[in-house]
C-alpha cells in the first residue's frame, strides 16, 4: 500500500494543480449580450399614439379584454379554448421541449459517473505470449469491479454559453405560448361577432323577405288588372330570388362560424351549435377603451419578447462556437479491484486508481470553427433585424387598429342617424298609404330602404366590435395576469 500512494502521488498532484488552474483560468468567450436595439426605446419616447380615437384612454388596459364585451358566452369559450385548445396544448410542449433542452445543458457542466464490471477470459496458442513455452495454449481469466468518472473543465464558458442560450429560448417559447394565446382569443372574439352579426341580419332578412313578397303580388296585381306592365313583375321576381340566395349564404356562415369556433376551442365541429343557436345581440366594446402607452405595448406584445430572446439565444451561440477555437481540459478518473478470483474483487489491497488530466486541442480543422462563428454571426444579425421588424410591426398594428377603431365608430354614428331618418320616412309613408294620399309599393319600398339601413347597422356595430378585437390583439392583450 505504501508503494501504490507513493505512485498516486505526482498523479493527485497534478489533478489537484490542473484543477486550481482550471477554477482560477475559467473565462467565458465570445460576446456578452447588452440588451435589444434600442428601437423600441426610441419608439416608446413619444409617450401616446398618434392616431389614438378621444375613446381612448392611456390607462392600463385590462388582461381579459374580452370580457368587457359583456357576453357571458363569448367568456365561457374563451376560457375554454385557453385551457384546451390544440394549438395551446402544442406551444405548452414547445416550452416543456426547451426546458428540458436546457435542463441538459445545465447537466453537461456535472461529472459523470458510471460502474463496471469485467470477467475476461483468454483462451490462445501458447507461442503468442512466450516462443519458449511447451505448452500447447495459454489461458487466464480475471475478474474486476469498480467506478469511471469523467468531467470536461468549462475552460472558456462553452457550457455556460450553452446555458445562456438555452435559458433564452426556454422564455422565447413561453413568449411564443403567450402569443398563441393572444392570437386565439382575438380569433375566437372575431369569429363570435361574425357569427352574432349574422344571426341579426338573418331576421331582417327575413322581413325583407316579406316585403319583397308583397311587392311582387302587388306587381302582379297590376298587371293582372291592365294597369301595369311585365316588366315590374319581373324585377320584383328577381329581388325575391336574390333575397332568397342572400339568406341562405347567411344561414351558411353562420353554420360555419359555429363549427370555427367549435374547433377553436378544442370540440368538434357542431359541439356548440346549442349554446350558440339563442341570438344574444352583436356585442359592443365599452364607451372607453383603455389602451396604456407604446411603452405598455412594447412590454406586453409577446411577439417582441420572444423576438428579444431569440436574440439573446444568437449572441450567446455566438460564444459556443468561439469556445471551439480553445483548448478543451477533461479528466478520466477509474476505481476499481480486482484479480483472478472473486475473492480479490472484495480485497481492499486489490485497490486499483487512476487520474487522468486530458488537454485537447484542434490546431488545424480546415476553417470549419471559423465557418461556424462566422455563421453563428450572421444569425444574430438576423435575430436583430428580425427584433427591430417585430418592433416597427408592432407599432404599425397599433396605430393601424387604432385608426380603424375610431373610424368604425364614426361609420357607426352615421349609420345610426341614417337609420333612424329612414324608419321615420318609412313611418310617415305608411301613414300615407293608409290615407290613400300614396300607394302600398311606395310605402313598402320606404320600409325595405329602413331594413337596408337596419342591415347596414348590424354591420357596422360588428365592424366596430372587430375593431377593437384587432386592437387588443394589436396591444399584446390576452395572456398576462392583470
Known amino acids: 500500500m505504501t508503494r501504490f500512494n507513493t505512485t498516486m502521488r505526482p498523479v493527485r498532484t497534478i489533478f489537484l494543480s490542473a484543477s486550481l488552474l482550471a477554477v482560477t483560468a475559467c473565462a467565458t468567450v465570445g460576446p456578452d449580450y447588452g440588451g435589444a436595439p434600442d428601437v423600441a426605446a426610441r419608439s ?37 379554448a385557453l385551457a384546451n385548445a390544440p394549438s395551446i396544448d402544442a406551444a405548452i410542449a414547445r416550452v416543456d421541449q426547451a426546458r428540458a433542452n436546457l435542463r441538459s445543458s445545465r447537466t453537461a457542466a456535472l461529472p459523470t ?41 468549462d475552460l472558456f464558458g462553452q457550457n455556460r454559453r450553452r446555458v445562456e442560450a438555452g435559458s433564452a429560448r426556454v ?14 382569443s382575438a380569433e375566437i372574439a372575431r369569429v363570435y ?38 316588366h315590374p313583375v319581373e324585377q320584383m321576381r328577381t329581388r325575391v330570388a336574390q333575397t332568397l340566395a342572400d339568406i341562405a349564404q347567411n344561414n351558411v356562415e353562420i353554420v360555419v362560424a359555429r363549427d370555427q369556433l367549435a374547433v377553436l376551442a378544442g370540440r368538434e365541429p357542431g359541439a ?38 431569440n436574440l439573446a439565444a444568437a449572441s450567446a451561440d455566438i460564444g459556443v462556437n468561439v469556445a471551439d477555437r480553445f483548448p478543451k481540459v477533461s479528466f478520466l478518473g477509474l476505481l476499481g479491484l480486482g484479480g483472478g478470483s472473486i475473492d480479490d474483487t472484495l480485497d481492499p489491497s486489490r485497490l486499483i486508481g487512476l487520474a487522468l488530466p486530458r488537454i485537447s486541442w484542434t490546431a488545424f480543422d480546415g476553417g470549419r470553427t471559423e465557418a461556424r462563428i462566422d455563421a ?86 360588428a365592424d366596430l366590435a372587430e375593431a377593437f378585437v384587432s386592437l387588443n390583439k394589436a396591444l399584446g392583450l390576452g395572456w398576462q395576469q392583470d
Open 44 to 80: 416608446a419616447e413619444r409617450g401616446s399614439y398618434l392616431r389614438a380615437p378621444e375613446q381612448a384612454v392611456l390607462a392600463s388596459p385590462a388582461a381579459a379584454w374580452w370580457e368587457q364585451l359583456n357576453d357571458p358566452v363569448l367568456d365561457g369559450i374563451v376560457e375554454d
Open 113 to 153: 459517473v458510471g460502474t463496471s464490471a469485467a470477467a475476461p477470459y483468454i483462451n490462445i496458442p501458447a507461442d503468442l505470449v512466450d516462443s519458449e513455452s511447451t505448452r500447447d495454449r495459454y489461458s487466464a481469466e480475471s475478474l474486476s469491479l469498480g467506478f469511471d468518472a469523467s468531467w470536461e473543465i
Open 171 to 184: 422564455e422565447a417559447s413561453e413568449a411564443s405560448l403567450a402569443d398563441a394565446q393572444v392570437s386565439l
Open 193 to 230: 361577432v361574425g357569427l352574432r352579426a349574422r344571426q341579426e341580419m338573418a331576421s331582417i332578412m327575413e322581413e325583407q323577405l316579406a316585403i319583397d313578397r308583397q311587392l311582387l303580388a302587388l306587381a302582379r296585381q297590376r298587371h293582372d288588372e291592365g294597369t301595369g306592365t311585365l
Open 272 to 309: 356548440l351549435d346549442t349554446l350558440l343557436s339563442a341570438e344574444m345581440g352583436i356585442p359592443l366594446p365599452p364607451e372607453q377603451v383603455a389602451i396604456g402607452s407604446p411603452a405598455d405595448m412594447l412590454r406586453l406584445r409577446p411577439d417582441i419578447r420572444q423576438a428579444e430572446r
Open 376 to 461: 453563428s454571426r450572421s444569425a444574430y444579425e438576423e435575430a436583430e433585424a428580425n427584433y427591430r421588424s417585430a418592433v416597427l410591426g408592432a407599432l404599425g398594428d397599433t396605430e393601424n387598429a387604432l385608426a380603424r377603431f375610431g373610424g368604425a365608430r364614426i361609420a357607426l354614428g352615421q349609420t345610426v342617424a341614417a337609420h333612424t331618418s329612414a324608419a321615420r320616412s318609412a313611418q310617415l309613408d305608411a301613414m300615407r298609404a293608409d290615407a290613400g294620399t300614396t300607394s302600398r309599393s311606395t310605402a313598402l319600398e320606404a320600409e325595405r330602404a329602413a331594413l337596408q339601413l337596419e342591415l347596414s347597422g348590424a354591420a357596422a356595430r
